[in-house]
Structure formats: C-alpha cells, structure tokens
C-alpha cells in the first residue's frame, strides 16, 4: 500500500529558510500536498503540486519534487514564528485520486 | 460559505455509547470525505461521498462505524458502542470534483472524540 514518510521535528530560528522533507512510495500519486496544522486546529492546505511539474513557488513557499527519487520538499523563506505548526506531507494516486495518504507530519518549531 | 463546517467541536462520552458528528461541506462541492486523526499521526482516510453515493469505505471503518449523505449535503458519522481505542480527532473534508479530476480537499476544523 502506499506510504508516506517525514521527518518528525525540525527547530530553525527566525528569519531562516525552513525546509522540511517527504518521501512516499506510490509510483501512481498524481498529486502531491502540503498541509499545515496548528494546535487544535484542523488543516489547512499551504500549496500542491501536479506529478509532472518538478517545482513550485508560492510566495514564501517552494515546493520540489524528484519523481525519480520519490522526494518532495517544501521550503519556507524567512520562516516567522507563526509558520510554527506541524507540516503534513499527502499524495493521492490515480487509484483512489480523491482520497489522501498522509505522513505523520513534521512539527515546526520556529524559535525567536 | 465560510468553509466546512463540524459539530460538535468536542464530544466526550461514556464507553459503550452511541455518537453522532455532523459535517456541513462547502456549499457547491460533491465530494465529502471523513478521516480519522489520532495523537502524533497523520490522518487516515475512513469514507467518501460523491454527492449522496457512498463510494469508497476503509478497512478501518468497522462496523460500529456508519456515514450518511442523504441529500448529498451534510453528511453523519455515526459511531456505535464506542471503545476507548476510537477516541480520536475526527476530520470532515470537501471537494469539488469536475471532469478533469480533483484538486484540492478542504478540511474542516474536526470534532474531537474522548471515550472515557
């Protein structure tokens, strides 16, 4: 089945680039998400991408992705004390394309 | 329209209790999706509408587990005869489907289950 791995915590100070790291196992996703969740909250979607593209950009946000390796990252600019929250990584396949498989998520703690 | 909307926000109840949580979805959108999210995890897929069709279930939803979409608006996720092991975040999520497929799923706020 599929899977979804990401690292558990990442600390950066402000003002740094955050970069917090994915990978999965489906060779089928089609579509690849970033969520962010704060505390107590449910998720939001920061950005996606499209299994053909291998970046995008949105604002503070970069996302690249390395079909071939199964990688995806999403970096943040000048990461700011509200980007603390954790960071879910999801794909969806072409099988089930409107269902998603997330990881545990990264908690992002961004310190002053 | 200011989203997916979840009631209620929190539920504690007794084991062995019945639960109901509802979800009002974005207004024009024909795909509603429940998921299940407990402590330090990424959330799991459990079921999925296209407008009042139940299309997909997962293996986790048991059979104490049933969802509805009557009118292929709101939709309940009834819980039967609840354990300890079901107390979790519970993630309603909508989306809008056209010919050319589905992008993005936008989730609600969640109701969180404690079974006591």
């Known amino acids: 089945g599929e899977d979804v791995e990401q690292s558990l915590f990442l600390s950066v100070r402000e003002g740094d680039s955050s970069v917090i790291n994915c990978t999965y196992t489906?060779?089928?996703?089609?579509?690849l998400y970033w969520y962010k969740q704060e505390p107590g909250a449910g998720l939001q979607l920061l950005t996606y991408?499209?299994?053909?593209?291998d970046m995008k950009q949105d604002q503070r946000l970069t996302v690249l992705l390395n079909k071939k390796d199964k990688h995806l990252s999403l970096r943040i600019a000048d990461t700011q004390t509200g980007d603390s929250a954790i960071y879910f990584c999801a794909e969806s396949s072409l099988s089930g394309y409107s269902t998603l498989t997330f990881g545990k998520g990264t908690m992002l703690l961004v310190s002053p | 329209d200011t989203g997916v909307s979840q009631d209620p926000r929190h539920k504690i109840t007794k084991r062995g209790q019945n639960v109901t949580f509802r979800c009002d979805p974005i207004?024009?959108?024909?795909?509603l999706y429940w998921y299940r999210q407990t402590l330090g995890q990424g959330p799991e897929f459990l079921t999925y509408f296209q407008n009042e069709a139940q299309l997909e279930k997962s293996r986790l939803l048991s059979d104490r587990f049933s969802a509805e979409r009557p009118k292929g608006s709101f939709s309940t996720l009834e819980i039967q005869r609840t354990e300890q092991g079901d107390s979790a975040m519970y993630l309603c999520a909508s989306s809008l489907v056209r010919g050319s497929g589905n992008t993005e799923a936008f989730f609600g706020q969640g109701t969180r289950l404690t079974v006591v």
């Open positions: 991408i499209f299994s053909n593209m």
């Open positions: 207004s024009e959108h024909n795909r």
């Open positions: 489906d060779s089928s996703s089609t579509y």
